[in-house]
Nanobody
Framework: QVQLVESGGGLVQAGGSLRLSCAASGSIFSINTMGWYRQAPGKQRELVAGITPCGSKNYADSVKGRVTISRDNAKNTVYLQLNNLKSEDTAVYYC?????????WGQGTQVTVSS
């Protein structure tokens, strides 16, 4: 059984930064793609960033240049550095292990950006 626990969310002013963390239990972290998704009120969940087991990264166009995803396989943890936050970044952020259809999800962490 895999469990994912996100942390690091909070309230921040526009232009500020946050670092989200997602710690995974189990032994399959290092061989799986990890993703950060977000869901704003009234909107569908969307991919923010993903990172493959070998470290290849992809980002949503809306966050390119402001967001960095990274992983530490020794700690079974994936990170999301959010910089220059905007009000439209306000959402619940979720991490995903594997893929969004059949993979595992964390409980989410709220990011609120005040303007």
């Amino acid at each position: 059984q895999v469990q994912l626990v996100e942390s690091g969310g909070g309230l921040v002013q526009a232009g500020g930064s946050l670092r989200l963390s997602c710690a995974a239990s189990g032994s399959i972290f290092s061989i799986n793609t990890m993703g950060w998704y977000r869901q704003a009120p009234g909107k569908q969940r969307e991919l923010v960033a993903g990172i493959t087991p070998c470290g290849s990264k992809n980002y949503a166009d809306s966050v390119k240049g402001r967001v960095t995803i990274s992983r530490d396989n020794a700690k079974n943890t994936v990170y999301l550095q959010l910089n220059n936050l905007k009000s439209e970044d306000t959402a619940v952020y979720y991490c995903n292990l594997g893929n969004p259809i059949s993979g595992y999800w964390g409980q989410g962490t709220q990011v609120t950006v005040s303007s």
